[in-house]
């Protein structure tokens, strides 16, 4: 137990205040293949995988694993696990242009974030401002609208979420 708890710290500490991530990245694929049941390894991992970039399929392939096991019940697999895992999802879709796959997941994200109470959270309001993007993309300025005063709502003046959507909001007010 407490050379897998050293492990965890030593994979924290090395990709927030080392700046290694390749070999957090080792350590977080290494937990997660020994502890494939463990969803912080699991999230740890896919988290890890998000942030390398250009990893799409292995990305797309752990996220849908973790929402597969917290709508089959698995013990463990929870909301903040899917939070994660649908925001790689929706960021990943977005970028393949599969806006209707992106908008299914950052809805998903909202969902997970308002069943933790995590709406101060990045993922939360950044996937607000996604839905707002594409609903503005569709024509639908009022729901549009509707994300991005949301994410006013659940900020602060000096988040960048805040700042984005006042943005959106005088583009959005001028365009009327």
Not at 113 to 118: N, P, Q, R, T
Not at 151 to 172: G, P, Q, T, Y
Request: charged share 30%.
């Amino acid at each position: 137990y407490t050379r897998t708890e050293a492990m965890v710290w030593l994979m924290r500490i090395l990709n927030t205040y080392e700046n290694k991530p390749a070999r957090a990245f080792q350590l977080a694929e290494y937990l997660h293949q020994t502890y494939p049941d463990n969803p912080y390894f699991h999230r740890y991992y896919a988290r890890m995988l998000y942030g390398r970039g250009g990893f799409l399929t292995p990305v797309e392939r752990q996220g849908k694993e973790v929402i597969h096991r917290i709508d089959s019940g698995m013990g463990g697999d929870e909301a903040t696990s899917g939070r994660y895992a649908a925001f790689f999802l929706g960021q990943m879709y977005e970028r393949r242009q599969q806006i209707d796959e992106a908008k299914k997941y950052y809805e998903m994200v909202v969902k997970y974030a308002v069943e933790i109470d995590a709406t101060d959270s990045g993922y939360y309001l950044f996937s607000l401002i996604a839905l707002g993007e594409i609903s503005q993309k569709q024509g639908d300025k009022e729901t549009a609208k509707r994300y991005f005063t949301e994410v006013k709502k659940k900020s602060n003046r000096k988040n960048e979420a805040w700042k984005d959507a006042k943005k959106r909001l005088k583009a959005l007010e001028k365009g009327d």
